[in-house]
């Protein structure tokens, strides 16, 4: 199974954007669902995950409020509603299966990523 991870684009602050994460060629298999990002310069950081049938959910506390984690009910699918984009949003978005909420260390597996640029 691939992670396809899609929806970045360039947005304006405050604006809203969805990720989706498709899990090409079957379903999404691990405990943990969720995403990372990787900023200009820096290390890829946690950014939301929840457990494989949707609940509960985590989130990094620079987006909670913001941003919502969810997955649809035919399960090869995940999505990351981000609202309220600001600059610091700024990222490669990668989709992950993982055995853990929020280390990277417990990534199992990496969708190829998105770049969310938010610019005015």
């Known amino acids: 199974v691939q992670l396809q991870a899609s929806g970045g684009g360039l947005v304006q602050p405050g604006d809203s954007l969805r990720l989706s994460c498709e899990a090409s060629?079957?379903?999404?298999?691990?405990?943990?669902l969720g995403w990372f990002r990787r900023a200009p310069g820096k290390e890829r950081e946690f950014v939301a995950s929840m457990r494989w049938r949707g609940s509960p959910t985590y989130y990094a506390e620079s987006v909670r409020g913001r941003f919502t984690i969810s997955r649809s009910s035919a399960k090869n699918r995940m999505y990351l509603q981000m609202n309220r984009l600001k600059p610091e949003d700024t990222a490669v978005y990668y989709c992950?299966?993982?055995?853990?909420?929020?280390?990277?260390?417990?990534?199992?597996?990496w969708g190829q990523g998105t770049l969310v640029t938010v610019s005015s």
């Open positions: 060629g079957g379903t999404f298999t691990s405990n943990y």
């Open positions: 992950v299966e993982s055995n853990g909420a929020r280390e990277r260390s417990d990534v199992v597996s």
